[in-house]
């Protein structure tokens, strides 16, 4: 079954909520990149919020969120577009951070001094491009911390990845709260309490939950309406042209040494980890030695 995501509104109009089961997803993600237990859970939970931020995509829009920190895991990236079209990266897959007892390291694998860069394409001539510091390098908490202090919508996001003994994701997934302009001040004491009150997330799905249930997991007793229900799923979408794109972007003197060689160049695709093989006489036909434009 594809992963879902769902986008909620309580009757009242006091809160909207996200919901999404990543499981699939960051299964394909941990094997594309190899990642070791702590990675796959820290790039599983960046690449689920990623996708719950995504869900308030319009159209052609894209969200991208990048996580830069001290640690050994140094920096992941994710993507998506208004489809559910998820594709992410890191750039070291094995931190060699064991858990300790039931709890990922995720903190640690990621550093606790670093910055969450959120780039939003929203069709506008250039994009959004927004900072913040990492306030504890969880993922969850830094989103949160993001969306309530740059976009001034007060927020709560819980995002969890479970794992079987073997590494493979047993289950992924996550939620999204936002209070609504008109939200009163009990209401959101009140969500508060609930949401302390909550199991882990990933504990939820691996008992079978979907997204419908996390909503009503928060939600409880308030009547709340589901507004639309998405697909999510892995695309990269990379290929030649792109590739050929990035080659004539380098430096002069790199592009005339890879021309030069007698060997095929081999490029791969740092979301899909698909393999671009040239050949001498196709970097030829890319005009790679000189700087004439099309």
């Not at 140094?74 to 079209?85: F, K, P, V």
């Not at 996550?174 to 209070?179: D, K, M, S, T």
């Not at 249930?213 to 990379?238: A, H, K, M, S, Y």
Request: net charge negative; with cysteine.
């Amino acid at each position: 079954m594809p992963d879902q995501l769902i986008r909620c509104l309580t009757e009242d109009g006091s809160f909207r909520a996200i919901a999404t089961d990543t499981t699939g997803l960051i299964e394909e993600l941990r094997q594309r990149h190899g990642t070791d237990p702590t990675a796959t859970v820290a790039l599983g939970r960046l690449a689920t919020g990623t996708a719950l931020l995504g869900a308030l995509l319009k159209g052609d829009q894209r969200l991208a969120l990048m996580v830069e920190g001290n640690g050994p895991l140094q920096r992941l990236h994710a993507e998506t577009d208004a489809s559910g079209n998820v594709r992410a990266s890191l750039r070291v897959p094995t931190c060699n951070l064991p858990p300790e007892g039931m709890k990922f390291p995720v903190a640690a694998a990621i550093g606790k001094a670093g910055f969450l860069h959120v780039i939003k394409d929203l069709g506008l001539k250039e994009p959004y491009q927004s900072m913040v510091q990492l306030q504890t390098s969880e993922i969850a908490e830094d989103l949160a911390y993001y969306l309530t202090s740059s976009e001034q919508i007060p927020s709560a996001v819980a995002l969890g990845v479970l794992l079987n003994t073997d590494g493979s994701v047993l289950a992924a997934g996550g939620f999204l709260v936002q209070a609504m302009p008109d939200c009163a001040e009990d209401l959101l004491a009140t969500l508060e309490d609930r949401l302390h009150e909550l199991p882990p997330v990933s504990n939820l799905l691996a008992e079978g939950a979907t997204p419908p249930d996390l909503v009503r997991q928060v939600f409880g007793d308030w009547p709340f309406n589901i507004r639309q229900t998405n697909e999510i799923r892995f695309q990269c979408g990379c290929n030649l042209r792109q590739i050929a794109t990035v080659l004539r972007s380098l430096p002069e003197e790199e592009r005339v040494a890879l021309a030069a060689h007698k060997e095929p160049t081999v490029i791969n695709c740092e979301y899909c980890r698909q393999e671009y093989t040239l050949q001498p006489h196709d970097l030829a036909i890319l005009d790679m030695t000189t700087d004439k434009k099309s």
